[in-house]
């Protein structure tokens, strides 16, 4: 799945190639792509037509293209979603899902939505162009200038999930996902399963440094590129998979300390994490209950 640094990539390069050019005509070729608008395809398609966009946003993992009329084109890639910039001429993808024709663009190219899958999907957030009520309930990503650390990390002292699962809660904090959060905590040497609450706030603050560093340094690399599907808009693969020091290392040695790379099953994915380096928590002591007096 594309996580932050993938999905910024994305957002990246349309703010370079599509802001600024108005949709021309639009081809909803599959109509799952577009099932969460009420509109269905051709009110979706109706509603776009002739509208300039003006900016290219993304709130974690949505993607949102503000437009002219203050509503926005609001998209997530799921699985295995691409948003591509293409000449008209370029063969059709076999996913493609929708086309649109654009109007002041590079060399008049088209943006092409392709889903193999079709767990991602678009559509019309009315009223949307500043941020769509659809993902307002999101948490800002670690990427955010806005991002407040302080909160962050006294959210996830009080609490006794352990600390991936809370990596993970798009509500608390967006954008991190399985990949990076195994990285994030291979970095921090903390163990996925432990609780919040047993974390000093400096180890909640350095973990969430090593998010950013990780995400950062994807950045610059493109993402990462496990699932072939994944290109940016020029159908460029990320390399970052090259760098990752525990996920998908199953067996491998550890890079610190040469102990296996272990891997478990985590909310039907896997997490990576070397057992000497992130040691596993030790479960919580429980009090007795006194017994009670036995009468006479």
Known sequence: MPELPEVEV??????????????????????????????GPSGFA??????????????????????DSGDALLGHLGMS????????????????????????????REMRFVDQRMFGGLSISTGGADLPAEIAHIARDPLDPEFDDDAFVRTVRKRTSGVKRQLLNQNLIS???????DEALWRARIHGERPG?????????????HAREVMVSALGQGGTSFDALYVN?????GYFDRSLHAYGREGEPCERCGTPIRRV????????????????????????????????
């Open 10 to 39: 994305v957002r990246a390069g349309l703010e370079r190639h599509v802001v600024g050019a108005t949709i021309t005509r639009v081809e909803v070729l599959h109509p799952r792509p577009v099932r969460r608008d009420p509109r």
């Open 233 to 237: 808009v020029n159908g460029e693969s």
């Open 81 to 108: 979603g691409q948003i591509l910039v293409q000449p008209p001429t370029a063969p059709d993808e076999r996913h493609l899902r929708v086309r649109f024709g654009l109007e002041g663009s590079d060399e008049g």
């Open 197 to 209: 609450d047993r974390l000093t706030a400096t180890q909640a603050r350095e973990l969430l440094g």
């Open 175 to 181: 954008g991190v996902g399985n990949i990076y959060a």
């Open 265 to 296: 099953a985590f909310m039907n994915r896997s997490s990576y994490f070397c057992p000497v380096c992130q040691p596993a928590p030790r479960r919580r002591r429980t009090t007795a209950t006194p017994a009670s007096p036995v009468p006479d």
């Open 46 to 67: 109706a509603a776009l037509v002739g509208r300039r966009i003006e900016s290219a946003r993304r709130r974690g993992k949505y993607l949102w293209l503000p437009l």
